[in-house]
């Protein structure tokens, strides 16, 4: 074999279908929240991965148990099922309210199971008049063309042909809105517990309360899709205990793995029962490396000592980003909860979110976006404060070469 390349960005253009714009940075190794690339510069890391690397990069736990189950097994598909996958639904169900576990690989694969079987439960329990799908504008499910339509950017779901029906879309934090268009007929309700990638928008309690009381009265399943917000990311293990509101669906994926890619769809026995033998189904889904290397994460995220470093973390977050804002005057609002923080531009900062992001590489700190206006934070969960403290001077410092 011939490596006789240069293995670069321009590759990318080359050999990659075009459908990202990714940096022309290329990272080749990190170690908790700080990251090397290929000619050796340091980059803090804010972005964790799209809120993916919990516990930062090659945290111990979960190389161990990366190195000790692919000295065991790596795959058995589900004709067999498998230690690490058992020991990881035990371990869901006993600190959740769900009963019952379905294994993916990623957010998209585990929103399509949820919505599956909130179809397969309609029709089993109600009949087939009962299947409308209500989810909410700017809401973000993956990229699957069912979770893509559920979601509410048509822009992500337009140009591919016809697509799956019955679906509509609420303003978010507006029950008029959504009490407009729930009805007998609606068999599901697909929500973010925090919206994410549509621009870091947290639920009012009376917004969620009120959608939960709606989908009683009208015998519709709650799905919330804590893809994001789940594991540890708001501070609570899920989003949804912090809110007083309970789903029928939960789904999660990103942090889950800390990075080796899974995903999991969470419920009650009553609703599972209706995905009977041959329903649905993964070969990857419920690996044992991924279940492995997920259950190590699980474990270190889920302690009081991670959960509340979260929060105390946030505050050293808000504090600096309110700080630079006090000099510079870019931000019109910090928001956000627990490690999900997202900085909102001012007027004269609009559709200027990438410009950000790119300064604030520059500067050797990486951060994310979610759409044009808003500069995103998802961090390990287990960043230092040294580093955050160090990844905001540098952020200012992008932040002074933009503002000046
Ligand atoms: C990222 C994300 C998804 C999609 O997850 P994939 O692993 O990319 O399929 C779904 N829902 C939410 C809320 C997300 O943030």
Redesign the pocket.
């Known amino acids: 074999m011939s490596n006789h390349f240069p293995v670069n960005r321009e590759l990318f253009d080359d050999v990659m279908v075009p459908n990202y714009a990714p940096s022309a940075v290329i990272p080749v190794r990190g170690k908790g929240s700080r990251v090397w690339d290929q000619q050796d510069n340091e980059l803090i890391d804010f972005a964790g991965g ?2 993916v690397n919990c516990l930062g990069h090659c945290h111990p736990a979960l190389v161990d148990a990366l190195k000790e189950q692919g000295e065991k097994i790596w795959h058995l598909s589900n004709v067999m099922t498998n230690e690490p996958a058992l020991r990881l639904a035990k371990k869901m169900v006993d600190n959740t309210f769900a009963d019952k576990v379905y294994f993916a ?7 399509e199971a949820a919505l599956k079987l909130a179809r397969r439960w309609a029709l089993d329990v109600h009949g087939e008049d009962k299947s409308q799908i209500i989810s909410f504008k700017q ?6 063309f069912f ?1 893509v339509t559920v979601g509410g950017q048509t822009a992500y779901s337009d140009g591919f042909g016809p697509k799956p029906g019955d679906i509509v879309h609420a303003e978010y934090n507006n029950l008029e809105s959504f009490k407009a268009l729930i009805s007998d007929k609606t068999c599901a309700v697909m929500m ?1 517990p925090l ?3 549509g621009g870091i928008v947290s639920p009012t309690a009376e917004f969620v309360k009120g959608v939960r009381e709606l989908c009683d009265q009208h015998n519709a399943l709650l799905i919330f ?5 789940g594991v540890g990311r708001t501070g609570e293990l899920y989003a949804y205990m912090g809110l007083d509101v309970t789903p029928d669906i939960l ?1 999660s ?2 942090a889950l793995g800390g990075g080796f ?1 899974i ?1 999991a769809m969470l419920t009650t026995t009553e609703i599972a029962k209706h995905l009977k033998i041959g329903t649905h189904g993964s070969t990857y889904g419920g690996n044992p490396l991924a279940c492995a290397v997920a259950e190590a994460a699980f474990d270190t995220v889920n302690t009081e000592e991670v959960l509340n470093g979260v929060k105390e973390k946030a505050e050293v977050y808000v504090n600096g980003l309110k700080a630079i804002n006090e000099k510079y005057n870019v931000f019109k609002e910090i928001r956000g909860k627990g490690l999900l923080i997202g900085a909102v531009l001012t007027d004269d900062y609009q559709g200027r979110a990438k410009d950000f992001l790119n300064a604030a590489m520059a500067e050797g700190v990486m951060t994310l976006v979610a759409g044009a206006n808003i500069v995103r934070f998802a961090p390990s969960l287990i960043i230092p404060n040294e580093d955050i403290v160090e990844g905001l001077a540098r952020f200012e410092r992008g932040v002074a070469k933009i503002a000046q």
């Open positions: 799209i809120a690989n990623s957010g998209a694969e585990s929103n809401g973000f499910h993956g990229r699957t979770t973010e919206q994410g990638e899709d804590e893809v994001q917000t789904t994926a990103k890619p995903g």
